[in-house]
């Protein structure tokens, strides 16, 4: 297939790539800068220039697509305040390729995520449909509304799916939630979880995560919910202490009342508990995560060779 991916240049865009194209398939990949395009070169792919706001360049590669894959997030707006901005952008982006895609029974996928979709037990792909079960905030709530806009496109004659990423996808090279939390511990000179630690977040390595995009690129049926989980859920006392371990901090408990002020903007989504299942992933793609858990992974140490990381 032809593929276009969006994204293409990030954390999970610059593993599925690879994978892709190992696969045979052929990529263009959006790239907004000179860096991301000579990165999508040296992996290979083609390249598009242009941004998540140019709606007519989207069009136009989507048209040209046997199908595409759909990973760019304006996390930088998102995460200096304007999630609702960034959701926004995201909503038009998805709609033009609805658009574009309409009638072809082509491929398309979306990244979305299982955090919260049903705190204090381990959500399906059935799961996480209607309102938000965890009130995020109006940005969050339209992303979520958005992974419902790309499964009514199945009614359109588009083969749509939602992949559900959990909040940390590892690997050596994460510059996400996990090595976040490593750089906290350093800079507070302990290891923290929050009230006992015993609540939990599912997990996937990143090649893992790449290799279920393409299962379902090349099979999912249309409408399909998928669960990118390798990890149902990991106790969060249990990642504190490995972190603890490998920086040789001591491992403490944080009150809630005090997370805010130890963990920052991460204390909202370290507090909850939110295990996940991909067993109904596994069954219809036959999907098998074969690379390290979060734990392995972070036990092989690569999280904390340099400071920054
Ligand atoms: N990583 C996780 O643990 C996780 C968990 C749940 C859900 N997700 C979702 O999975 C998707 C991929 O995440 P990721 O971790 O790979 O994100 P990432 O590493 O931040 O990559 C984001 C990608 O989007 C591109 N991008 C950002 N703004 C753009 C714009 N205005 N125009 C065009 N491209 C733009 C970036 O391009 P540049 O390379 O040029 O910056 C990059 O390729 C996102 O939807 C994310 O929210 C991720």
Redesign the pocket.
């Known amino acids: 297939m032809r593929v276009f991916v969006?994204?293409?240049?990030?954390?999970?865009?610059s593993a599925v790539v690879p994978e892709l194209i190992g696969a045979g398939h052929e990529v263009t990949g959006?790239?907004?800068?000179d860096?991301?395009a000579a990165a999508l070169a040296a992996a290979g792919a083609q390249v598009q220039r242009?941004?998540?706001?140019d709606l007519d360049t989207l069009r136009k590669a989507a048209a040209a697509s046997d199908g595409v894959i759909h990973?760019?997030?304006?996390?930088?707006i998102a995460f200096s305040g304007d999630f609702q901005g960034a959701a926004d952008?995201d909503r038009r982006a998805v709609e033009t390729f609805g658009e574009a895609l309409a009638g072809s029974d082509r491929p398309f996928l979306i990244?979305?995520?299982t955090l919260g979709i049903a705190p204090g037990r381990v959500a399906t792909e059935q799961d996480g449909h209607g309102p938000a079960a965890v009130a995020w905030g109006p940005g969050p709530e339209t992303r979520r509304e958005t992974a419902e806009l790309v499964l009514s496109f199945a009614s359109r004659g588009v083969r749509s799916s939602v992949v559900r990423?959990?909040?940390?996808?590892h690997g050596d090279g994460d510059n996400?939630?996990m090595a976040t939390l490593v750089g906290i511990a350093r800079d507070k000179g302990v290891s923290g979880y929050i009230g006992d630690g015993s609540n939990r977040w599912p997990a996937v390595h990143r090649l893992d995560a790449a290799h279920l995009f393409r299962l379902a690129l090349e099979q999912a049926p249309a409408g399909s919910v998928l669960h990118a989980i390798a990890d149902e859920g990991v106790p969060i006392r249990a990642i504190a202490e490995v972190i603890g371990r490998h920086l040789d901090l001591p491992v403490v408990a944080i009150s809630p009342e005090d997370a805010g002020e130890h963990f920052t903007w991460l204390a909202g989504f370290l507090a909850t508990d939110s295990p996940a299942s991909s067993t109904l992933t596994r069954e219809l793609l036959g999907w098998q995560p074969t690379h390290p858990g979060l734990i392995d992974d972070l036990e092989k140490g690569h999280y904390f060779h340099t400071p920054s990381a």
């Open positions: 969006t994204g293409a240049s990030g954390w999970i865009g959006l790239a907004r800068s860096a991301s242009g941004t998540l706001d990973l760019a997030f304006k996390h930088d952008a990244a979305s995520g990423l959990p909040p940390t996808v996400g939630f």
